[in-house]
């Protein structure tokens, strides 16, 4: 019987050993699965980081860029409006010269233009001749 037992017992511990290799496996396969799990979503974050890295930068070239022709628009409006405010000016300076010249001179202006309408002057031009005696 003794030789029975032992075979039984070694039985016993070859399925003993047999599990503990299964489980051994199971745990290190369980061990491969969670880095392959965390390596696999490290690459997932870097992709999406990469991807927003690229929707940031194109919407800071778009943001630079309506920046940029905002302050051309306002560039081009203040020197339109430069140009208006010295036309402006232009315009004021000269009105104010023909004010004052008018005032100064208005009068002697106003008594040449009736002197010359009301004076007769009763020449004939040279272009006329005389009709031809007969």
């Given amino acids: 019987m003794s030789a029975q037992n032992s075979a039984g ?3 016993l511990l070859d399925a003993e050993r047999e599990a503990q290799r299964i489980v051994q496996q199971a745990r290190e396969y369980r061990t491969k699965r969670v880095k392959d799990a965390r390596n696999e979503a490290q690459k997932e974050i870097e992709d999406y ?9 194109k919407f800071e070239t778009e943001a630079r860029l309506y920046q940029w022709k905002q302050l051309r628009i306002l560039q ?3 020197g339109n409006k430069k140009a ?29 233009l009736l002197k010359a309408v009301t004076t007769v002057n009763a020449e004939a031009p040279q272009r006329v001749h005389a009709p031809p005696k007969a």
């Fill in 9 to 11: 017992i070694q039985t």
């Fill in 49 to 57: 980081r990469k991807q927003k890295d690229e929707e940031f930068k």
């Fill in 76 to 78: 081009h409006s203040s």
């Fill in 84 to 112: 208006e405010e010295d036309a402006d000016q232009e315009a004021e300076s000269r009105i104010k010269e023909i004010k004052e010249s008018g005032s100064k001179s208005g009068k002697k202006v106003v008594e040449d």
